[in-house]
């Protein structure tokens, strides 16, 4: 399935999902789309293919699946990807640069870190093009300690995954 996977994850719907870094993008030809789609028996069935004039995947920074449905933000430009199962791809600017997490629900987006912020969450309203910034705050766990470190964030639709200090550990927020 490539190398130097940064996230695979599956989706309702039997799809696996793979997304990739630059050691991976450069130098193998599965991973050189930067984001791939599987049948549930790891046969290849799609791969992302930057439209003209667009930046191609570097780098996969922020991930989120859903039912037939991948979102990501990648390097250089950090746009917002969308992927469907049906073929269909949409690319949206978006104010967020270099994001760590994502939860999707309709026309929502809530996206955590970027910036060079780690704490912060961007709540969002998506259009046919771009991503809007409708405010922003500080996210904290539960107890108010400040949201310093984490683990890699885990998307998945509206809910966006945390885990504290314990791998059995995990918070949850979402749009």
């Not at 250089?76 to 760590?100: D, H, I, M, S, Y």
Request: glycine letters at 10%.
């Amino acid at each position: 399935m490539g190398r130097a996977i940064e996230f695979m994850m599956g989706d309702r719907r039997h799809h696996l999902w793979s997304a990739y870094f630059d050691e991976g993008v450069y130098v193998d030809p599965i991973s050189a789309a930067g984001l791939v789609r599987w049948d549930s028996g790891g046969n290849y069935q799609w791969r992302y293919s930057a439209p003209e004039g667009v930046e191609y995947i570097d780098t996969v920074y922020a991930f989120n699946v859903d039912d037939s449905v991948a979102w990501a933000s990648y390097y250089p430009t950090f746009p917002l990807l969308e992927a469907r199962t049906n073929g269909q791809v949409r690319l949206r600017k978006t104010p967020v640069v270099a994001p760590a997490g994502m939860a999707v629900h309709g026309e929502e987006i809530i996206v955590l870190g970027g910036n060079r912020q780690r704490d912060l969450l961007h709540r969002c309203r998506m259009t046919d093009h771009e991503v809007l910034l409708i405010e922003e705050a500080r996210l904290t766990f539960p107890n108010g300690a400040p949201l310093k470190q984490y683990a890699r964030p885990v998307g998945r639709g509206r809910h966006l995954y945390l885990r504290g200090s314990s791998p059995r550990q995990w918070y949850v927020t979402g749009v």
